[in-house]
């Protein structure tokens, strides 16, 4: 097996700079029930391949509740016993009234309380010097707006309440300024964050509400971590195809993960490729769990066959977490296929 790359081949890759290597992360992606079901078997298969980028999430606010001992830290403001939930998980709807705003902002958790950046420097303790570092968090924007304010009702704000929505958008710039801030002081090269901006067939909002609303918040959290040195990746499911020129406006470096069946690989790569990176996802919806090892081995060659370029700009990882009922067998070709095959050595 390759030896881990290092910092400045990842570096290289990213910002397509000769960087004919091909980095690896997120690609050991436990979907949920996946642990629980091969145990130290999965580890033993995991173990064997390279972890280009060492990846680190901090522990973000709690929702409803607190994720650490302060009770303000989290995105809510008050009891939510009983009240309305929505989206994955039965979440609540953090701010059911605009009315309410100023008493979310009033109880705005702590980028800076103690304890939430505990994870990141015990970690870090392990982590090689030249190993490349991304800074991880869920929910930029558009998922955090809906975690606040429920999907139905962020579908209306688009029309009835952008005001208020511009209102949060700065403050939650405000918290991740902090964030970014925390992870450079700690040495990172880069910020690894998520808004599902996409459905199956299209993005979730008109072109027209993400260039007035998002692409001025986009502009200044992608300007502001590229003034501290490092770079941005995005996680992004669905079909984004129609916003990918204004995340290249927002400067953009990598986007997540060209999702299988929504996103056409060879029509991105075509169409964007000399303008932004990809940390590409292998499918975890129907490759990984239907087809056998050499369906596998086959499917995830051909993905890095369309977007392998000699000068770089492409990352593997899976597109999402791998699920329970996908063989062992599998998950093992795929992460040899992603770390070993690089058509600029294989041809």
């Given at each position: ?9 990842v570096?290289a890759a990213?910002?397509?700079k000769?960087?004919?290597k091909?980095?690896v992360?997120f ?10 079901k091969y145990?130290k078997?999965l580890?033993?298969v995991?173990n064997?391949?390279?972890d ?6 901090y ?7 607190s ?5 303000s830290y989290?995105?809510g403001?008050?009891d939510?016993?009983?009240?309305q939930t929505?989206?994955?998980?039965n979440?609540?709807?953090l701010l ?6 100023d008493d ?11 304890g939430n950046?505990?994870n990141v420097y015990a970690?870090l303790?392990?982590?090689?010097e ?7 968090f869920?929910?930029l924007f ?6 606040i304010r429920?999907?139905?009702n962020l579908?209306?704000?688009?029309y009835?309440?952008?005001?208020g929505?511009?209102v949060l958008g700065e ?5 991740y300024?902090?964030?970014v801030?925390?992870f450079?002081?700690a040495g ?11 459905h ?7 072109p ?5 609303l998002?692409?001025p ?5 992608i300007g ?6 490092m770079?941005v990746f ?5 079909d984004?195809?129609k916003?990918?020129?204004?995340l290249?406006?927002a400067?953009?470096?990598v986007?997540h993960?060209i999702q299988a069946?929504?996103?056409?690989t060879?029509e ?7 303008k932004?990176s990809?940390?590409?996802?292998v499918?975890?919806?129907?490759l990984?769990p239907?087809e056998?090892?050499?369906?596998v081995?086959?499917?995830v060659e051909?993905m890095i066959d369309i ?5 770089g ?5 899976c597109g999402?977490?791998?699920m329970p009922?996908?063989p062992?067998?599998?998950i093992?070709?795929?992460?040899n296929?992603v770390s070993?095959?690089?058509?600029g050595e294989n041809?």
């Open positions: 097996m390759r030896k881990e790359l290092t910092k400045q081949d570096i990213i910002e397509r000769g960087g004919s091909i980095p992360v690609h050991k992606w436990w979907g949920n029930g996946l642990e629980d145990g078997e580890y033993d995991a064997k391949y390279p280009d980028i060492f990846a680190v999430f522990i973000e606010p709690g929702e409803a509740e994720s650490l001992a302060n009770p989290r995105w403001y008050k939510y016993t009983n009240t929505h989206s994955i998980g979440m609540h709807e059911p009234e605009w009315d309410e705003l979310l902002l009033a109880d705005f958790p702590n980028p800076n309380e103690p950046f505990d970690q303790k392990n982590c090689p030249d190993k490349y570092k991304l800074g991880c869920w929910r558009h998922e955090r707006f809906w975690c429920g999907m139905e579908m209306m704000d688009y009835d309440n952008m005001d929505l511009r403050r939650l710039l405000e918290y300024k902090v964030i801030d925390r450079a002081e990172f090269d880069g910020i690894f964050t998520s808004d599902d901006l996409g199956q067939s299209g993005p979730m909002m008109s027209a509400v993400f260039e007035e998002y692409l918040l986009y502009k200044e959290f502001y971590v590229h003034s501290k040195g770079h995005l996680h992004s499911c669905g984004n195809t916003l990918m020129p204004y290249i406006e400067g953009l470096d986007f993960p069946g929504c996103m056409d060879a991105t790569v075509k169409n964007f490729g000399d932004i990809f940390l590409a996802g499918d975890v919806q129907h990984l239907d056998d090892v050499n369906g081995v086959k499917g051909n977007l392998y370029k000699p000068e700009g492409l990352l593997l990882a999402n977490g791998i009922d996908t062992l067998e599998n093992d070709a795929m992460l296929t070993t095959y690089n058509p041809k």
